[in-house]
């Protein structure tokens, strides 16, 4: 699949030639290359349905709307300056708009065209350098070069037209094919030559398997109830841990039901999980919890912050807790990149909808500015970046928890929600992009699967079943050193954004002075 990536975009270029050749509006191309866009969101993305029917089908006819507006900027840039600034403008395009989608309200980067190497990468060693979006380039780079030499090729082959000797088609396709060549040699080159860096620590995930659908939450049919699912991840951990383990990964809402943080060891769960570290002095322990924040005041509230009577303005939390021991009290983080329509509504939205009784909670979860590192008081080297869920996916905001520290990244998901779909599979796998970026090793706890390790050249070492009671357990290393891409951050999608303005703008003046000179004209 990594393959067609490289040549995927061949056929939308040629389909959008065509058209223009014929003298099709604007309106034509942008139907053909909305119901492109449409067929490859629905057969990659369709899982997403599983879900939430509404939201899948939403994610699939409003993404595939919103990657028109690159396309479309190359149609008018090449339609008005010519194939050449045309051409080059379309990766500028796509790649701003990529960025784009990494930082606002609506993000869904999953069909960003960098992470399709997730299957494939030993291709991309290098993103510890250019990062995800690096991958985005050489798609496009690519298909573009592979479109020129087969347009060559077929106006060559017209009739009347001078033939091309064996020489000269070899010489035509050389391009492209050392476009999509080089940089692989390459990677496999810096694959290897690296090597595993920093000391080890042994770490325990727990995947407790627990139907979010049926079993887990309150009010479902077949609901477990929050003792007996505490019982089982603690059965699960102290049936596979060994006297070296320093850390476990619960998964994400491993502790749902909603508590407020400045009570939480007062919880009778959370008493339980203290005396199982009582018995293991030297272990420690990530577990993902709803919680809850409360503030004095709506001046002193969030801008996500809710209402209630009886409570005053409080704040929900997707969280990590970190307990370092029996008695210190633990520490937080608050899931960040939050999923759109589930666990985000824009602030538009919210402020319209706060009114109505829609039989729940209503607005987004809270989130917190800062990538908190989870920091061992007994071992400096063992230093954990908390991602829970669909964090993972996103490049440059994994690696601010390296830069903050975090020699080991610990991933908390519920991928049961995609039930036995490519979702779960495809989430595993953008993991491993992230630890070649950051070079740091990665331990994923996951509900109902699939639970891994991956290790810095983003090889899936070990992994558990999909749908089955599992822990498991492996020694990583803690790497403390910082990859070019985590020291510099993103370059190529604010550089890509200054170049699409830029490019933008030149094909607004060409276009007035176009018309200026046809009025003049006439």
């Known amino acids: 699949m990594a393959l067609l990536l490289l040549v ?69 840039t090449k339609k008005l300056a010519g194939p050449m600034l045309g051409y080059l403008s379309l990766p500028v395009y796509w790649i701003a708009f990529e960025q784009l989608h990494l ?22 060693q290098w993103y510890e350098y250019t990062g995800f979006l690096g991958g985005s380039v050489w798609i496009w780079v ?47 080159l810096i694959g290897y030559n690296y090597q595993e860096k920093g000391p080890p620590a042994e770490v325990l995930v727990i995947q407790p398997n627990i139907d979010p659908y049926q079993e887990k939450f309150q009010g479902a049919e077949n609901f477990i ?82 209402y209630r009577d009886e409570t005053g303005y409080f704040d929900v939390f997707n969280t990590a807790a970190f307990l370092t021991n029996a008695s210190t009290p633990a520490t937080f983080y ?15 939205l919210t402020q319209l909808i706060a009114n109505i009784n829609l039989g729940g909670t209503v607005g987004s979860y809270g989130s917190q500015k800062e990538r908190t590192v989870f920091r061992s008081p007994t071992d400096s ?16 905001f994994v690696a601010e928890y390296v830069k903050n520290g975090a020699t080991l990244l610990g991933i908390i998901t519920n991928d049961g929600w995609w039930s036995d779909s490519p979702g779960h599979e495809q989430h595993l796998q953008y993991a491993t992009l992230r630890a070649i970026e950051t070079r740091r090793a990665i331990a994923r706890s996951a509900n109902t699967g699939i639970s891994a390790f991956i290790n810095q ?5 070990a992994q558990t079943g999909w749908w089955v009671p599992a822990a498991s357990r492996a020694t990583v290393q803690l790497n403390s050193e910082l990859t070019f891409y985590v020291r510099h951050g993103e370059l190529i999608g604010p550089t890509m954004q200054v170049l699409a303005g830029l490019l933008l703008s030149f094909t607004l003046v060409r276009r007035f002075v176009g018309a200026k000179k046809s009025q003049l004209s006439s």
């Open 225 to 306: 109830p929050i003792e007996a699912q505490v019982t089982r991840l603690i059965t699960l951990t102290t049936e596979n841990l060994t006297p070296k383990t320093r850390l476990v990964l619960w998964p994400e809402t491993s502790l749902d039901q909603a508590q407020w943080e400045n009570q939480f060891d007062a919880n009778p769960n959370t008493q339980r999980v203290r005396a199982m570290l009582a018995q293991h002095p030297n272990l420690e322990l990530i577990t993902g919890i709803t919680s809850l924040v409360a503030y004095p005041s709506k001046e002193t509230a969030t801008v996500t912050a809710r």
């Open 334 to 348: 608050h899931k960040s990149r939050l999923v759109p329509g589930v666990e985000k509504v824009p602030p538009l």
């Open 457 to 461: 050249r983003g090889e899936i070492t």
């Open 381 to 396: 080297a063992l230093r954990v970046g908390p991602l829970i869920c669909y964090e993972s996916v996103y490049g440059d």
């Open 103 to 124: 930082h606002w309200d609506l993000t869904w980067p999953w069909l960003t065209l960098g992470n399709g190497f997730a299957q494939a990468n030993s291709w991309v």
């Open 8 to 76: 995927g975009w061949v056929p939308y270029l040629f389909m959008e030639q065509l058209l223009t050749r014929r003298g099709a509006s604007g309106w034509k191309v942008f139907r053909y290359t909305y119901l492109t866009l449409v067929l490859w969101n629905a057969f990659t993305t369709w899982w997403v349905s599983y879900s939430t029917l509404g939201g899948g089908i939403a994610a699939v006819v409003l993404n595939a709307l919103l990657m028109c507006l690159p396309t479309m900027a190359f149609y008018h």
């Open 142 to 188: 690519v298909n573009i070069l592979a479109f020129l030499s087969l347009q060559k090729y077929a106006a060559a082959s017209r009739p009347g037209a001078p033939e091309l000797s064996r020489v000269q088609v070899q010489r035509l396709f050389m391009v492209p094919l050392l476009a999509a060549l080089l940089p692989i040699g390459l990677s496999k």
